[in-house]
């Protein structure tokens, strides 16, 4: 059990930001009118309590992992009044299958020895309400996965890995692409303590973006973007204010 809920509060429930405008108690009073109590099945502070919720009320499916409502809704392959979250095959969605299917198996009696059990991840994640705008993206680029990563400049140069990160389809009719970041650090590490203070320094920064043209993702939500799907890098200046109303922006770089 122990086991089970680290897993839910290191996929899951630092994903939550995400869902809270319509699933939290405390800012959903429209939803809970319109469609009833069963909309709030974030419980405040309470991770523990959130996950038995879920299970409880049949959001994650042990039985058929890739068809629970946790993940189906999100992505819109059945319908969700609160739109698109995530797509097959984005770090959300690979963050809730891996929940999900740890889950599946713990709960078939898969795992006979800790041998068995999945490794961590080397990299840690946490939401925050910093957004990053893209302008002057290509519109051949329409409903494309765009990942932005984001490289901090040191004093040696640029950060060995990526501090944030953020991916979601590009709006090709608009020529933008916008979300909020993730901030991303290696596990075990110092800017892993940092990064739930959900702020990212001032300073200047490497963003290389990249775009799965191919849909290899959907085929595969295991798969990573790498250097085949790089599409160019901007340089930027940055406060990294939090809200979405203090978007940083940049413009998409004419040349790779």
């Known amino acids: 059990?122990?086991?089970?809920?680290?897993?839910?509060?290191?996929?899951?429930?630092?994903?939550?930001?995400?869902?809270?405008?319509?699933?939290?108690?405390?800012?959903?009073?429209k939803q809970v009118t319109e469609h009833g109590e069963q909309v709030s099945w974030i419980k405040l502070n309470d991770p523990a309590a959130t996950l038995a919720y879920m299970v409880e009320h049949g959001l994650i499916d042990p039985k058929e992992p890739e068809g629970s409502l946790l993940l189906m809704k999100p992505t819109m392959q059945v319908e969700h009044g609160g739109g698109q979250?995530?797509?097959?095959?984005?770090r959300?969605?690979?963050?809730?299958r891996r929940f999900i299917d740890d889950y599946a198996a713990v709960v078939a009696g898969k795992y006979k020895s800790t041998d068995q059990l999945p490794?961590?991840?080397?990299?840690?994640?946490?939401?925050?309400?910093?957004?990053?705008?893209i302008e002057g993206v290509p519109e051949s680029f329409d409903k494309m996965l765009l990942q932005a990563d984001l490289y901090r400049q040191t004093d040696s140069g640029w950060s060995p890995f990526?501090?944030?990160?953020?991916?979601?389809?590009?709006?090709?009719?608009?020529?933008?692409?916008?979300?909020?970041?993730?901030?991303?650090?290696p596990r075990d590490s110092?800017?892993?303590?940092?990064?739930?203070?959900?702020?990212?320094?001032?300073?200047?920064?490497?963003?290389?973006?990249?775009?799965?043209?191919?849909?290899?993702?959907?085929?595969?939500?295991?798969?990573?973007?790498?250097?085949?799907?790089?599409?160019g890098e901007v340089e930027v200046d940055s406060r990294w204010p939090v809200g979405y109303g203090k978007m940083t922006v940049?413009?998409?770089p004419t040349t790779r």
């Open 1 to 29: 059990q122990d086991r089970v809920l680290a897993s839910f509060m290191e996929n899951i429930w630092t994903e939550v930001g995400r869902c809270a405008a319509c699933h939290s108690p405390d800012r959903n009073q």
């Open 85 to 90: 979250k995530m797509v097959v095959g984005d």
């Open 92 to 96: 959300s969605y690979k963050q809730f």
């Open 119 to 133: 490794k961590a991840v080397g990299e840690v994640s946490v939401v925050t309400d910093i957004w990053l705008k």
């Open 162 to 185: 990526r501090v944030a990160t953020s991916d979601r389809p590009v709006f090709g009719k608009g020529k933008l692409w916008q979300h909020s970041l993730s901030l991303t650090a």
């Open 190 to 231: 110092k800017w892993a303590n940092e990064i739930t203070a959900q702020r990212l320094p001032p300073g200047r920064y490497l963003i290389k973006l990249y775009v799965d043209r191919t849909g290899k993702l959907q085929r595969d939500f295991n798969a990573e973007l790498n250097d085949e799907d790089f599409v």
């Open 250 to 252: 940049v413009q998409f």
